[in-house]
T-cell receptor, first 113, second 113 residues
Framework: GNSVTQMEGPVTLSEEAFLTINCTYT??????LFWYVQYPGEGLQLLLK?????DKGSNKGFEATYRKETTSFHLEKGSVQVSDSAVYFC????????????FGTGTRLTVIP | NAGVTQTPKFQVLKTGQSMTLQCAQD?????MYWYRQDPGMGLRLIYY???????DKGEVPNGYNVSRLNKREFSLRLESAAPSQTSVYFC????????????FGEGSRLTVL
């Protein structure tokens, strides 16, 4: 089946620290991979995506590389800011159009000044 | 730029009461979704509508009904609310042919006493 496993939280970092949130997946086909971010009191929004192996998605200083050999899509940022405090969800999709995204359980990140 | 709008944002119900969550999108998207978000469980799909006039069950449809009123609107109804339905509900929509890039509403927090 299709599933996503991501790093348990919560994660607390000091400002300017390096961030890694691990995500691994199981998929029956050739998935597209996504990271969504949920800021406090808001809905989820797409942070970045990668649609095929070895693609690197990037946005707002975050990046993640689609690793087919390790079935992983780890999220990284070199220097986090207080404004990055949010819940991060890894997700995969194996269909186009009216698809279903399979979400991880989310990882809460808190960045302290 | 409204995007996806959900109402109400907060609701408290007693066990056995009914209510409808409303969702509307102004992006001319074909497909719409209802998810619930529970601590430690990520997002789970309740129902989705691939296009106007069609609806399909997701992972956790029991206790819910939906109506795709037109292309813009997709409502979720709880006929007889139960405490297990206490959750945060998110409506989302997607552009046709774009895999996984969902646009989410801000969420509706429902408490069933």
């Amino acid at each position: 089946g299709n599933s996503v496993t991501q790093m348990e939280g919560p994660v607390t970092l000091s400002e300017e620290a390096f961030l890694t949130i691990n995500c691994t997946y199981t998929a029956t086909g050739y998935p597209s991979l996504f990271w969504y971010v949920q800021y406090p009191g808001e809905g989820l929004q797409l942070l970045l995506k990668a649609t095929k192996a070895d693609d690197k998605g990037s946005n707002k200083g975050f990046e993640a590389t689609y690793r087919k050999e390790t079935t992983s899509f780890h999220l990284e940022k070199g220097s986090v800011q207080v404004s990055d405090s949010a819940v991060y969800f890894c997700a995969l999709s194996v269909q186009t159009g009216a698809n279903n995204l399979f979400f991880g359980t989310g990882t809460r990140l808190t960045v302290i000044p | 730029n409204a995007g996806v709008t959900q109402t109400p944002k907060f609701q408290v119900l007693k066990t056995g009461q009914s209510m409808t969550l409303q969702c509307a999108q102004d992006m001319n998207h074909n497909s719409m979704y209802w998810y619930r978000q529970d601590p430690g469980m990520g997002l789970r799909l309740i129902y989705y509508s691939a296009s106007e006039g069609t609806t399909d069950k997701g992972e956790v449809p029991n206790g819910y009904n939906v109506s795709r009123l037109n292309k813009r609107e997709f409502s979720l109804r709880l006929e007889s609310a139960a405490p297990s339905q206490t959750s945060v509900y998110f409506c989302a929509s997607i552009r046709q042919g774009i895999t996984g890039e969902l646009f989410f509403g801000e969420g509706s927090r429902l408490t069933v006493l």
